[in-house]
């Protein structure tokens, strides 16, 4: 026999996010809507009467994975809206030529337009008792810890890149609004915050760092008043806050001094993702980014000066158009001087629509691939120093999850997924969001092994 219709249920939507932090946080916002309006949110495909599928469509391997993840919503459930950067490719055209049988396509930070979606091909029944939704929404992350958009899109055009074409320019959010939001992500027990946007170094130029308000107080909206009002937030409540996609811009100098030295207290940890690129000015000029690699040794000097505890993380890319072996040399000899403690790397990879596609001298795939693992084995050693040195310290660590009788956490040293682990043996009753002293045992090239102490 049938199971019975459900009555006066609230209509289930499922969903699936990919992509980067800033699309992550497009995706908690449209959660956070779908919730406030009384929609439930579907475990599975089997489960919901609507799906929705936030893409990415940055590189090759993200749209195969957004146009995977669509065709699956097909086939498991029917009726699928989607959303995000793969969206605005060609005006929704090409998700469309690709699955024509999608309700709606939306690009990126398009919250009302996937809520119209949504209303049209999934009404809400009238409820008077609409459940509470959070004051701080609803997260994807571990509760302990979450990010923080402070703007959308960017005013760069970088020749490999073609967010601006998705995302649009730069729009930064109003300084009070982000700290409010901040401040209840804070009230609600989140313990780290990771700030990101296209070019948080940016923050505010837009708008001409117009002043806002903050508890009654004028603020510009620019970087420096931002991080010092959420170091404060930070302290307050004994919580981390990090910077991520830090152009090495000057005024930049003026926010190191601001970093903690003393994690246990929070605030601004001492850690800043700067996307360096390249070391080769010629290079850097091909890709439209800055082109002095010198001083930017000079300000990795000045901020390791100013703040001797920094964590510098950065990315690059090997084999892009024209690159000679004399540039990649270039970039192996800054890593040497710079000796970075985190860096990621990636292989050139075309992508459709941006204009680096037109450079002439294409390396070839076999050298790309190459030059990549040689500057991740360059890097790899660099680290496995740098971690080296820390064996016998003692650090604070901010547990994230428990391993058979281990907690793995992190230091401030390590953002979570794309930085290193602190392994601390014997602590499986640790719990994930707390903080733990913790002495260093040994080292590998990524991760480090530690005691509980105390």
Known sequence: MPAPPRRNAAPRVGFVSLGCPKALVDSEQILTQLRAEGYAIAPSYAGADLVVVNTCGFIDAAVAESLDAIGEAL???????????????????????????????????ATREVMSAVHAHLPKPHDPFVDLVPPQGIKLTPRHYAYLKISEGCNHRCTFCIIPSMRGDLASR??????????????????ELLVVSQDTSAYGVDIRYRTGFWRGRPLKTRLFELASELDALGRAHGAWVRLHYVYP?????????????????????????????????????????????????????????????ITLRSTFIVGFPGETNAEFEELLAFLGEAQLDRVGCFAYSPVDGAAANAL?????????????????????????????????????????SIEGDDAIGRTTADAPEIDGTVRITGMRDAVPGSFVNARVTSSGAHDLVAVRTG
């Open 75 to 109: 086939a498991e459930n029917g009726k699928v809206v989607v959303t995000g950067c793969l969206g605005a490719k060609e005006g929704g055209e090409f998700v469309r030529s690709a699955h024509p049988r999608v309700l709606a396509v939306t690009g990126p930070h």
């Open 174 to 191: 109003a300084i009070g609004d982000v700290l409010i939001e901040a401040e209840r992500l804070l009230n609600a027990g989140v313990k």
């Open 249 to 309: 811009y000057p005024h930049v100098d003026d926010v190191v001094p601001l970093m903690t030295s003393a994690p246990a207290q929070g605030g601004l940890v001492a850690y800043l993702d700067v996307p360096f690129q390249h070391a080769s000015s010629r290079v850097l000029k091909l890709m439209k980014r800055p082109a002095a690699p010198e001083k930017v040794l000079d300000r990795v000097r000045a901020w390791r000066r100013a703040q001797p505890a």
């Open 360 to 400: 002439p001298d294409p390396v070839p795939d076999v050298i790309k691939e190459e030059r990549r693992a040689r500057l991740m084995a360059a890097q790899s050693r660099i680290s496995a120093e740098r971690l080296r040195a820390k064996v016998g310290n003692d650090l604070l660590v901010l547990v994230d």
